[in-house]
């Protein structure tokens, strides 16, 4: 087949354009498809990852229309980003926007991610109660273990270990508020 | 200066074709993402700002407590390497083609050996990566674990207990941790199996990609598999998964190989010969042509047809044969078409063919 534009090379770019139900073919060379497409002929998608997200975000947000004003929307106090920017860039301003947007992030998270709540790595030093939190989540898993073996002697420690780690996230928690 | 040095020599580590199953597996992958605490994230950052991230880094560096776990890394700032410099460490994959071009506020931390890389005020504060030849992802975390609690020795990262750690696009956030495995899929191309095998792998929440070239067809028969979820699972159980699902397609790529030689040895020796003799006395190559040929070559030596050149030199040559190198090689400018003669020349050279 030759190209419909040329009418002299082979046609190996073959584009198909529905409008209103109505298809429409056009075939053209490798030459022809590389001129035509600066002029925003609708192929070569590129669908950038930070738009794609930008799209989520709008739609998580509230459906707003944010695309014309930036600057619209709740800001963040500590880096200043609006929510129109959020939903514009695919990006969010600092670690505090997880906060300010937290509900409205919930459902998209879930999409992205199928979940909602970190279990991986704690940094040892800044992750403070984090680590404690996670270390009485897993003694409480090897508890409900333990007892569903019947191993009640081991239950025991498990139980006692839990109790002096939520006690010392208690005391951690007060100093922290200092 | 040692990262100078680095974008001198063609090799890297990770070529080494060492590890589990390199004639399949060409490397493996781990990168974190990292954000300080109280510092709006890198795309929101003046120059100065961004500079503050870069001085963070360099105290972080210098800390004696720390030395132990950080080894020996370098910081340059990417305004202090020139354009070529910066492309041939994307051609190395020790930073994205985007960061390579953040020249005023972006900075690059590199190990020696190139196994560990930083990249500072990329899409994040910090995108802390570690780069290991053949199927050894285990391995490539246990190095980044230790680098990050050195790290946060003197870094307050920005981390919730609930997300994680923090990152500036949702799609990070929780481990920040991207793993991915390098795979040469020849056969699996040749049988026409690989579309199920990916699509079954983008049902396991994994992402593949044509490490070169756009679309479909990857140059060079390079795959790229990574993982997608950040959030709700460890980092273990991101780096067992990706392991398994990569033992099954390897598996499958190996079959393959196998039922390609036993039902048509004489098309795929041909296959491979001929690559070899283009590869060797070819006189003009253009960097389409070579992918092609190394990777049949590359399949030819996995499977014993031909005694050489080893794996890990094919491994460099895939670098070594991209524009940024063979204009760092020749030292000058070319166009296009000498470009492709003075690469043919250079892959003779390599392959230690007869003059002619």
Same mark, same amino acid.
């Given at each position: 087949?030759?190209?419909?534009?040329?009418?002299?090379?082979?046609?190996?770019?073959?584009?198909?354009?529905?409008?209103?139900?109505?298809?429409?073919?056009?075939?053209?060379?490798?030459?022809?498809?590389?001129?035509?497409?600066?002029?925003?002929?609708?192929?070569?998608?590129?669908?950038?990852?930070?738009?794609?997200?930008?799209?989520?975000?709008?739609?998580?947000?509230?459906?707003?229309?944010?695309?014309?004003?930036?600057?619209?929307?709740?800001?963040?106090?500590?880096?200043?980003?609006?929510?129109?920017?959020?939903?514009?860039?695919?990006?969010?301003?600092?670690?505090?926007?997880?906060?300010?947007?937290?509900?409205?992030?919930?459902?998209?998270?879930?999409?992205?991610?199928?979940?909602?709540?970190?279990?991986?790595?704690?940094? *040892?030093?800044?992750?403070?109660? =984090?680590?404690?939190?996670?270390? %009485?989540?897993? #003694?409480?898993?090897? !508890?409900? &273990?333990?007892?569903?073996? *019947?191993?009640?002697?081991?239950? =025991?420690?498990?139980?006692?270990? %839990?109790?002096? #780690?939520?006690?010392? !996230?208690? &005391?951690?928690?007060?100093?922290?508020?200092? | 200066?040692?990262?100078?040095?680095?974008?001198?020599?063609?090799?890297?580590?990770?070529?080494?074709?060492?590890?589990?199953?390199?004639?399949?597996?060409?490397?493996?992958?781990?990168?974190?993402?990292?954000?300080?605490?109280?510092?709006?994230?890198?795309?929101?950052?003046?120059?100065?700002?961004?500079?503050?991230?870069?001085?963070?880094?360099?105290?972080?560096?210098?800390?004696?407590?720390?030395?132990?776990?950080?080894?020996?890394?370098?910081?340059?700032?990417?305004?202090?390497?020139?354009?070529?410099?910066?492309?041939?460490?994307?051609?190395?994959?020790?930073?994205?083609?985007?960061?390579?071009?953040?020249?005023?506020?972006?900075?690059?931390?590199?190990?020696?050996?190139?196994?560990?890389?930083?990249?500072?005020?990329?899409?994040?504060?910090?995108?802390?990566?570690?780069?290991?030849?053949?199927?050894?992802?285990?391995?490539?975390?246990?190095?980044?674990?230790?680098?990050?609690?050195?790290?946060?020795?003197?870094?307050?990262?920005?981390?919730?207990?609930?997300?994680?750690?923090?990152?500036?696009?949702?799609?990070?956030?929780?481990?920040?941790?991207?793993?991915?495995?390098?795979?040469?899929?020849?056969?699996?191309?040749?049988?026409?199996?690989?579309?199920?095998?990916?699509?079954?792998?983008?049902?396991?929440?994994?992402?593949?990609?044509?490490?070169?070239?756009?679309?479909?067809?990857?140059?060079?028969?390079?795959?790229?598999?990574?993982?997608?979820?950040?959030?709700?699972?460890?980092?273990?159980?991101?780096?067992?998964?990706?392991?398994?699902?990569?033992?099954?397609?390897?598996?499958?790529?190996?079959?393959?190989?196998?039922?390609?030689?036993?039902?048509?040895?004489?098309?795929?020796?041909?296959?491979?010969?001929?690559?070899?003799?283009?590869?060797?006395?070819?006189?003009?190559?253009?960097?389409?042509?070579?992918?092609?040929?190394?990777?049949?070559?590359?399949?030819?030596?996995?499977?014993?047809?031909?005694?050489?050149?080893?794996?890990?030199?094919?491994?460099?040559?895939?670098?070594?044969?991209?524009?940024?190198?063979?204009?760092?090689?020749?030292?000058?400018?070319?166009?296009?078409?000498?470009?492709?003669?003075?690469?043919?020349?250079?892959?003779?050279?390599?392959?230690?063919?007869?003059?002619?």
């Amino acid at each position: 087949m030759l190209c419909d534009r040329c009418g002299q090379r082979q046609a190996t770019v073959h584009l198909t354009e529905i409008t209103n139900g109505h298809k429409n073919e056009t075939h053209l060379c490798q030459v022809c498809a590389g001129e035509i497409q600066p002029q925003g002929f609708g192929f070569a998608p590129q669908l950038n990852l930070h738009h794609f997200l930008a799209g989520l975000l709008n739609h998580e947000l509230g459906g707003a229309n944010y695309s014309q004003q930036q600057a619209a929307g709740e800001k963040c106090t500590k880096c200043g980003i609006a929510e129109g920017q959020v939903v514009k860039q695919g990006l969010l301003g600092c670690g505090d926007c997880y906060t300010l947007f937290e509900d409205k992030m919930q459902s998209l998270l879930r999409r992205i991610h199928g979940n909602t709540r970190h279990t991986g790595k704690v940094p *040892e030093r800044t992750g403070g109660s =984090a680590r404690l939190a996670k270390e %009485i989540e897993k #003694l409480k898993s090897q !508890l409900k &273990e333990a007892v569903g073996r *019947e191993e009640f002697e081991r239950a =025991a420690q498990f139980r006692d270990a %839990i109790r002096d #780690l939520e006690k010392t !996230l208690e &005391e951690g928690a007060g100093t922290d508020g200092n | 200066m040692a990262i100078k040095e680095i974008v001198n020599r063609s090799h890297s580590h990770w070529m080494d074709a060492a590890g589990e199953d390199p004639d399949v597996v060409i490397s493996s992958r781990v990168r974190v993402a990292r954000n300080l605490a109280g510092i709006p994230f890198p795309h929101l950052l003046n120059k100065e700002r961004s500079g503050e991230v870069i001085q963070a880094l360099r105290l972080a560096l210098k800390n004696t407590d720390a030395a132990e776990l950080l080894g020996n890394l370098e910081l340059c700032e990417l305004n202090e390497l020139t354009p070529l410099e910066r492309q041939i460490l994307v051609d190395k994959h020790l930073i994205s083609p985007d960061f390579s071009n953040n020249t005023g506020a972006g900075a690059v931390v590199l190990r020696d050996d190139e196994v560990v890389s930083i990249m500072i005020n990329e899409e994040d504060h910090l995108r802390i990566q570690c780069l290991l030849p053949g199927l050894n992802l285990k391995e490539a975390w246990a190095i980044i674990d230790r680098i990050d609690d050195g790290l946060e020795k003197t870094l307050d990262y920005a981390f919730s207990e609930k997300l994680g750690y923090l990152t500036s696009c949702p799609t990070n956030v929780g481990t920040g941790m991207r793993a991915s495995v390098m795979l040469h899929l020849p056969a699996l191309k040749l049988t026409k199996q690989l579309y199920g095998v990916l699509n079954a792998i983008s049902k396991l929440s994994l992402t593949v990609r044509g490490l070169y070239g756009e679309g479909t067809e990857a140059l060079g028969d390079l795959y790229q598999i990574s993982n997608q979820v950040t959030l709700g699972l460890s980092e273990e159980e991101i780096i067992n998964n990706l392991i398994s699902s990569t033992r099954q397609i390897l598996s499958q790529e190996k079959a393959a190989r196998q039922a390609l030689y036993q039902n048509s040895p004489e098309a795929v020796r041909d296959r491979v010969c001929r690559a070899y003799g283009a590869l060797k006395y070819a006189r003009i190559m253009s960097s389409e042509e070579a992918m092609r040929l190394i990777s049949d070559l590359r399949l030819g030596v996995a499977l014993n047809i031909i005694p050489g050149p080893g794996v890990s030199l094919l491994n460099e040559l895939m670098v070594k044969i991209r524009p940024a190198f063979l204009r760092k090689i020749s030292g000058q400018e070319m166009s296009p078409p000498e470009r492709k003669v003075y690469r043919a020349g250079l892959i003779r050279e390599e392959l230690g063919s007869v003059p002619c």
